[in-house]
């Protein structure tokens, strides 16, 4: 008897459960981004009861999406071969596709910024090809000097050899504000930059390290607020400094790399851009080549003969490339503009280039692939 009730009672509770189910079904999966052969991409968002929705790209360009009867929204548009870094705003909270699986983490938040691959020809150094291809590792430590656990991310060549006589150059390559440590593999696809340019001869066998950018995280901390000048200030002092007496020698500890100037390169981006010049140039003691893409040096001290105390003419001697890049339409332009100009009144050898582009990993992986071809040559 008991056993019969006992089954009845099963049997009604896989009939409320699928009467809930019929009730409440799953969510309405959509595909989004939907790329054509053309290039041409639909974005979508399932929002019913929204009363405004917005696609958000690099470019800041207003993009306004509409509603169909179903209650999704959309917008489409033709875009070149390339990777685009999108958001949705939906009546003001901006979010990631819910429907789209590549994503570009940012730091300390849960949510992220969507990659929508609009795939070109296999020339494009950021498309994967039928090569040889490196590893990724990532690496944790405790910091003494900002006091808290963090990460590093390595990308080895393809048939690294941890015995091998000649030790491995290293590309000591930072992200920008707001991103972590795997930026540059999610969104900049350096790994798959260097793996085709490596296989076609045009870069050196090299290893390439992504370091935490933060010396003062809390900057980042929801709830923290615009970041002061005491608070950048800390965070670049305490940055160069982790970087410089913890990563470079953990790195030199686990790696077969070389231990001398002549073997390390420092590039970023963004924020990173404005760290790379600021590591570079005051420690040339420590690099041979030095790099900032789109570099943020408004985040450094404004009185450039403080942020440089020591930089003079005598650099061009220590150095055997400094390489800056900035696109044509980024917001950041003039600020570089000014520092070029005042890296000239110092009579500094540099490499300077203008392009087409805006703030945004379309020109970063460029850059990437032209600075890669330049260094450890010789």
């Not at 019969?4 to 959509?30: E, H, S, V, W």
């Not at 940055?239 to 470079?248: A, H, L, N, T």
Request: with cysteine; charged share 25%.
């Amino acid at each position: 008897m008991k056993k019969i009730i006992i089954t009845m009672l099963c049997i009604m509770c896989i009939g409320f459960a699928g009467a809930q189910i019929a009730k409440n079904p799953a969510p309405k999966l959509i595909k989004s981004p939907e790329v054509s052969g053309t290039g041409k991409v639909t974005f979508r968002f399932l929002a019913p009861n929204a009363r405004k929705v917005m696609l958000i790209m690099d470019d800041a360009k207003v993009r306004p999406m509409q509603k169909d009867t179903a209650g999704i929204w959309s917008f489409t548009e033709q875009f070149s071969p390339d990777i685009y870094r999108y958001t949705f705003a939906v009546d003001g909270n901006v979010l990631p596709d819910p429907n789209n699986p590549m994503i570009k983490p940012l730091f300390k938040r849960a949510l992220g910024q969507s990659l929508a691959y609009v795939p070109g020809p296999k020339t494009l150094s950021w498309e994967v090809n039928q090569v040889p291809h490196g590893i990724l590792s990532q690496h944790f430590y405790k910091s003494d000097i900002v006091g808290d656990e963090r990460d590093f991310r390595v990308y080895t060549p393809p048939g690294y050899n941890p015995n091998r006589k000649e030790p491995y150059p290293v590309l000591y390559l930072f992200h920008g504000i707001t991103d972590e440590t795997s930026a540059w593999t999610t969104a900049g696809r350096e790994n798959v930059i260097l793996d085709n340019l490596i296989s076609q001869g045009k870069a050196k066998e090299m290893i390439i390290v992504n370091t935490l950018g933060y010396g003062a995280p809390e900057m980042l901390e929801p709830g923290a607020g615009p970041y002061g000048k005491a608070a950048l200030k800390k965070n670049e002092e305490l940055f160069v400094s982790s970087f410089i007496k913890e990563v470079i020698p953990r790195i030199e500890s686990i790696y077969n790399v070389g231990k001398t100037k002549k073997y390390r390169a420092v590039a970023g981006l963004s924020m990173g851009g404005g760290q790379s010049l600021d590591v570079g140039l005051n420690h040339p003691e420590l690099f041979s080549y030095v790099a900032g893409f789109s570099a943020a040096v408004i985040l450094l001290d404004p009185d450039y003969e403080k942020a440089f105390p020591k930089l003079d003419a005598s650099i061009n001697k220590d150095l055997k490339l400094i390489w800056i890049a900035i696109g044509k339409d980024d917001f950041l332009i003039e600020s570089n503009r000014k520092y070029k100009a005042w890296l000239e009144s110092k009579n500094i050898k540099f490499f300077y280039q203008e392009t087409e582009g805006v703030h945004s990993y379309n020109v970063w992986r460029r850059y990437l692939t032209d600075f890669s071809q330049l260094i450890f040559k010789d």
